[in-house]
């Protein structure tokens, strides 16, 4: 019998007001790290908004594990998170309500697992901050620490090199290369840059 993949696009149709972005597009993923790669424009960041509930598709369908995002939404949600690269415009919230905010929608979660994330990007002393006194860097930190703690089938990334120092790049590369989270997880992130781990599938948007 033929396994159903963890996440599965079928006939994908999306435009925004002056072009068609994608026409029929259609794909099969597995878990491990799969690295969507294209050139600027080509839909990257949009392909992963409409795989994380983020936008809705004008046609087609987006499962995970068997579960339509139209057809029951929440659920979908929960099995999913999208880790985008923009600061997140809520500055009368401390860091620590921003990710209670993020965490209420995941009742399997374990707090346990975020502050590791958080300690390993060395976030913990900011939890009392407001989140408009984070630098670039350390935005991104917060979104990757709650992105990496979520209990989510599937994990998208969008640009998660961008703005890390080095030891936050190392840090990343290792988690993302735990073989246990391979196992479990379907991870696709966007990269300029190599994203130098172990890949289970790359996928080239033209």
């Known amino acids: 019998m ?4 963890v996440l599965q696009i079928d006939g ?5 007001a002056t072009r068609a972005l994608f026409t029929g597009f259609s794909l099969r993923l597995g878990t491990g790290v799969t690295w969507l790669r294209g050139a ?3 839909g990257k960041t949009t392909l992963l908004k409409l795989a994380g509930g983020a936008l809705n598709a004008l046609a087609g369908s987006i499962r995970l594990d068997g579960v339509d995002s139209r057809g029951a939404p ?9 880790c985008g690269g923009d600061t997140p ?9 921003f990710l209670d905010i993020h965490l209420a929608l995941y009742p399997a979660f374990e707090h346990a697992l975020l502050d590791a994330q958080l300690r390993a990007f060395e976030l913990l002393p900011t939890l009392a901050q407001g989140v408009d006194t984070l630098s670039l ?6 979104q990757l620490s709650l992105a990496l703690a979520l209990p989510v089938r599937l994990l998208l990334i969008d640009e998660p090199f961008n703005g890390l120092d080095v030891a936050a790049v190392a840090c990343l590369r290792r988690q993302l290369a735990e073989p ?5 997880q379907c991870i696709v992130l966007t990269s300029h840059i190599d994203p130098e781990v172990a890949l289970a599938a790359t996928v080239v948007i033209a």
Do not use: M, S
């Not at 949600?77 to 999208?82: A, W």
């Not at 415009?89 to 620590?96: N, S």
């Not at 246990?180 to 479990?184: I, M, T, V």
């Open 2 to 5: 033929e396994l159903i993949p």
């Open 12 to 16: 994908l149709d999306f435009q925004f």
């Open 40 to 42: 600027n424009g080509a």
């Open 74 to 82: 929440l659920a979908y949600r929960r099995l999913c998170f999208y």
């Open 89 to 97: 415009q809520l500055p009368w919230l401390t860091v620590r309500e």
């Open 137 to 142: 860097g350390q935005h991104k930190k917060l």
């Open 180 to 184: 246990e989270r391979l196992a479990r």
